[in-house]
């Protein structure tokens, strides 16, 4: 089983649409959380990350539940700029501190 | 910002060749990452270093080495090239600020056929 498990997708929705996706991960021991955007052959980018009591960015909205070890990824208004492939991350307490992936949920955005 | 620079966008290599990818950070962080991204796979970590001469294997490392000589390189090296180790290759360097967010920054990606 993977450590981070996402719906590859692909979500086609409509501009203007609201998506969601959602994200699961194995270790209970993951200490901090993210999003990370990653457009075709390019490299992934932080989006943003996800705290516990919920965090908004514009027309972004991430949510953690520690108790079930879910993660999600709220777009309002979607744009034709917001399709890319969104990629789920965890990340562990020590020294190193190595980021953990998911394998990404594809979005397409229709006009 | 933090500007990681890997050395190819796109290399094609043969079969048992010694293959060096190379990755350069600016900002003097202590940590940097190699992954490998594969479709279905997503980023899996090769190798990491903590700081200069310092390396640790990462969930794959198997067929590759790597190389920090000094603080603001690290290089991945794959010593005898197979086809399976075709895939695109991130390099990523870190903050050390333990208590801000994520703080990695990825290099552009080298996209590595070997045939």
């Known amino acids: 089983r993977k450590e981070v498990e996402q719906d590859p997708g692909p979500f086609n929705v409509p501009e203007g649409a609201t998506v969601a996706f959602n994200c699961t991960y194995s270790n209970s021991a993951s200490q901090s959380f993210f999003w990370y955007r990653q457009d075709c052959r390019k490299e992934p980018k932080l989006l943003m990350s996800?705290?516990?009591s919920g965090n908004e960015d514009g027309r972004f909205t991430a949510q953690l539940n520690r108790a079930s070890q879910y993660i999600s990824l709220l777009i309002r208004d979607s744009k034709l700029s917001d399709s890319a492939t969104y990629l789920c991350?965890?990340?562990?307490?020590?020294?190193?501190?190595?980021?953990?992936f998911g394998t990404g949920t594809l979005l397409a955005v229709q006009p | 910002d933090v500007k990681v620079t890997q050395s190819s966008r796109y290399l094609v290599k043969r079969t048992g060749e010694k293959v060096f990818l190379e990755c350069v950070q600016d900002m003097d962080h202590e940590n940097m990452f190699w992954y490998r991204q594969d479709p279905g796979l997503g980023l899996r970590l090769i190798y990491f270093?903590?700081?200069?001469?310092?390396?640790e294997k990462g969930d794959i490392p198997e067929g590759y080495s790597v190389s920090r000589e000094k603080k603001e390189r690290f290089s991945l090296i794959l010593e005898s090239a197979s086809t399976n180790q075709t895939s695109m290759y991130l390099c990523?360097?870190?903050?050390?600020?333990?208590?801000?967010?994520?703080?990695?920054?990825f290099g552009s990606g080298t996209r590595l056929t070997v045939v």
């Open positions: 991350v965890t990340q562990g307490r020590g020294a190193t501190n190595k980021l953990i």
């Open positions: 996800v705290y516990s």
């Open positions: 990523a360097s870190r903050s050390p600020d333990f208590r801000g967010p994520a703080g990695y920054t």
């Open positions: 270093s903590y700081d200069v001469k310092m390396k």
